[in-house]
């Protein structure tokens, strides 16, 4: 019997809290792993500075995952000091261009469709 995909009970070393993993080497639980990853990019993003372009290069994700943490606020950036220096009127998330980014324009033009449906 193959027992690669074993799972193994731990106990998280930061947070006591008892997890499975496939994982041997591992000592903390996915959620410290989480905290741990973006307390490091936060630093990061305090110590450099960097712009979305940047991080994304030196994280190796994607930018849209990048504008998705500012968004649900697990990393953040400092208006002004700006990580791509245009941010969508709307909502405030850092855009590559324009003036609102893609969700927002899609949201206006479904209004303007709305509105013209409850004046007929
Ligand atoms: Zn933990
Ligand atoms: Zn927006």
């Known amino acids: 019997m193959p ?13 006591g809290v008892a997890y499975f993993t496939f994982d041997e080497e591992g000592s903390v639980c996915p959620k410290c792993q989480d905290r741990n990853y973006f307390g490091c990019i936060r630093r990061y993003i305090d110590d450099e500075e960097p712009t979305v ?11 849209i995952r990048i504008y998705r943490w500012i968004r649900d606020g697990r990393i953040q ?26 969700k927002c324009a899609k949201n206006a033009r479904k209004k303007k469709r709305k509105k013209k449906k409850i004046a007929i």
């Open 3 to 15: 027992d690669l995909m074993q799972k193994i009970v731990k106990k998280c070393e930061e947070c």
């Open 53 to 63: 372009e940047e991080l994304s290069t030196e994280l190796r994700v994607p930018k």
């Open 77 to 102: 950036y400092i208006p002004g000091t700006g990580m791509t220096g245009i941010f969508c009127e709307e909502c405030g998330i850092p855009i590559e261009f324009g003036s609102v980014c893609i």
